[in-house]
C-alpha cells in the first residue's frame, strides 16, 4: 500500500476518531445485535440484519482508517516552502470573473473539509496550483465553469 502523507493535527484526529470506533460504536453495535438476537430468530429479523449491516460497515471504516494510520507519513510544517504552492500551503486567490479574494489551504485528501478551506491535494484547483509562484494565474475547469485565479500569497 502507498504512503499516506498527512499533518500531525491530521493523524491525531484519524487516532481519535478510529479510538472512538473501536471503543464505542463497536460496542454500540454489538449491543444492538444482541438486543436484536434476543427479540427472535434472526432468519426473519430485520432489526438483526440493520444492526449487522451498520456493524459490517463499521468495520470496513476501521480497517480503512487503520490501513491509513499504518502507512501514515507525516509531513513537518517546518519544512514546508512557502516560495511555491504545494501541500500544506495556504494560499491567497483572486477569482479574477467575480474579483472576490478566497483562501485554501492544500492538504492531504483525507483532511480535505471544504468548509473550513481546506481542499484535497487531490482537487483540480489545487492541482493546477501546485508548483506556482505568487503573481501566477492558473485556469481550473470545475462543474460549473472555467475558474481563472490570480495567486497573491503563499503562507502556512
Known amino acids: 500500500m ?7 493535527d491530521g493523524f491525531e484526529r484519524l487516532q481519535t ?3 472512538h470506533l ?11 445485535i444482541a438486543d436484536a438476537c434476543e427479540k ?7 432489526e438483526y440484519d440493520v444492526a449487522k449491516e451498520r456493524f459490517d460497515n463499521l468495520n470496513i471504516k476501521i ?3 487503520s490501513n491509513i494510520i499504518a502507512n501514515a507519513v507525516i509531513i513537518n510544517e517546518e519544512n514546508v516552502n512557502t516560495d511555491i504552492v504545494q501541500i500544506l500551503t495556504t494560499v ?4 479574477k470573473q467575480s474579483n472576490k479574494e478566497l483562501s485554501y489551504t492544500i492538504v492531504p485528501h483525507v483532511e480535505t473539509n471544504v468548509k473550513e478551506g481546506r481542499i484535497s ?7 493546477a496550483l501546485i508548483g506556482k509562484i505568487v503573481g501566477d494565474s492558473v485556469k ?10 490570480e495567486i497573491l500569497n503563499i503562507s502556512i
Open 63 to 65: 480497517n480503512k482508517l
Open 40 to 46: 427472535s430468530d434472526i432468519s426473519e429479523n430485520t
Open 2 to 8: 502507498s504512503k499516506t502523507p498527512l499533518t500531525k
Open 17 to 19: 476518531e478510529l479510538r
Open 140 to 149: 481550473v475547469k470545475t462543474p460549473s465553469g472555467e475558474l481563472e485565479l
Open 22 to 32: 473501536r471503543l464505542v460504536e463497536s460496542k454500540e453495535c454489538i449491543e444492538a
Open 121 to 127: 491535494v487531490n482537487s483540480p484547483v489545487a492541482q
Open 92 to 95: 491567497a486567490l483572486k477569482n
